[in-house]
């Protein structure tokens, strides 16, 4: 059963969580709990689900979020072991000293760096680590909090080891009931999958070619002297195309041949390495050097309320450039033999718990490969690092303690998010006989928006990505009903699931929660509207971009993909 009253009432809980969330400014951990609240009387008074599927829905939910948890666990704990080892500082000392050039330095900061750091450890990080390093050498704070918040776009897709692709999108789709029609046409999952995190990497590679040239161009229009702004660009933009193929192409290699765990951290370890020599030999390296002003030139508006300054925390010893990268090395060797090898990949795929028909429900099931998951590996590569870097407990225990208050914060709202996802897309079983909540929006859309759907297919993911401060929840969401919508339309799911994923990334870029997350760390506080006014503009070029790919995919090129 269908009609357009009820295609509003399933897309009430996003409306209800965009009105909380943007117009009334509630914290999402006050909006996500009325969120799942409605959305449990909708599913139980008017789609007419059971109690008890509502309660196993809410379940699963519970065992995907421990999932999540426990990679971004991992992934904090190593940022802050490397952290409070000193190593970071190596690290930032490193960055401060192959240029002067200020576009040079964002470019290997910002882009490289950062998109880096996304693929390592992912939920806003790589803003929260660029902007005080940025801020240290010489950057004004307002500047450094945009900087870092525009790289959170091109390899957010593929941050924190793959999380919003294994995660978001596998999690956010009805595994079992695509599996069932992939297998009428004698195809698996893993072939699905893989096309999408394909089709992924593909508009995130020819989008974000041009990110360090917008870089450089809201950089020297909005912090510098405005005089010759654009001379300065065209000097550099060789070297800012270079430097962008340097991380998108291999970035699209990995993701095809490899898979969504590898590409935004190789990309970032290729682009760092070749970018860098490229400097040391003037390769494509402009002869003007670009610098801001004095900074007693800069308006007030631009400064924070916090001094920063290249230091050690907690630790009196120099670590190497070696040691201080061992560990990301480590991490990409440990993850990429448990993804290649046969035997050590079946091994570690062995270790789970099931929770086969929760609650006896039909078709209600999930898996925590708990060896297997990025988690794990991120975990022990940190208690190794321990040990390299010669931490002694007091360290240790400040590592630990900062990245448990980190979880307990993304947990505390994760725990309401992704039950009420999977109570949404469970809900197609149900005594009133009606489709499930995904499937009611996306006729709804459909019938709306018609044949140019495509276009804002980006855009809705962004729009996910900007409530819930996450690709992954976005993605947990809204993949489901891109997917429904493609199916309606006769369109490839594959790639309208693709679009979702790269819309939440860009969305990453005007995400509340990673704003105010980026700004607390330069003392910016209360001043978040003014970095959202510079990067709605990057945000927008992205969704605009994308959505033509997608359209052009489709109907100039026909993709028509598996699903």
Known sequence: ?????????????????????????????????????????????VWGMSFNRILASSFQGLIITSSILWIIFGAILLLNTLKHSGAINTINHGFSSISKDRRIQVILIAWLFGCFIEGASGFGTPAAVAAPLMVAVGFPPLSAVVFGMMIQSTPVSFGAVGTPMLVGVQGGLNKELITNQLNKIDLEWEYFFRVIVSDVAIIHAICGTFMPVLLIMIMTHFFGAKKK????????????IFAALCFTVPYLITAIFLGPEFPSIFGGLFGMAVVTLAVKYNFLVPKDIWEFEESSKWPKHWFGNVNMELKNNNTKKKIGNFVSWFPYILLAFFLILSRTNDNLNKFLKSVNINFLNILEEEKINAVFHFLYSPGSVLLFVSLITFFIHKMNFRQINHAFRDSTKTIFGAGFVLLFTVPLVRIMINSGINYNDFVSMPVAMAKGVSNTMGDVYPFFAPTIGAIGAFLA????????????????????????????????????AAGNMIAIHNVVAASATVGLLGREGMTLRITILPTIYYLLFSGLIVLCLIYIFEFKGPL
């Open 469 to 504: 401060g996450s690709n992954t929840v976005s993605n947990l969401m809204l993949s489901q009903f891109q997917f429904e919508t493609a199916i309606i339309l006769e369109l490839s799911g594959a790639l309208m699931v693709a679009a979702q994923s790269v819309g939440a």
């Open 1 to 45: 059963m269908y009609n357009e009253f009820y295609s509003l009432l399933a897309f009430f809980p996003i409306i209800l969580a965009g009105i909380l969330l943007i117009g009334l400014r509630l914290p999402a951990k006050y909006a996500m709990p009325i969120t799942f609240m409605l959305t449990f009387l909708i599913a139980y008074f």
């Open 229 to 240: 702004w654009i001379n300065d660009i065209v000097s550099i933009f060789p070297f800012a």
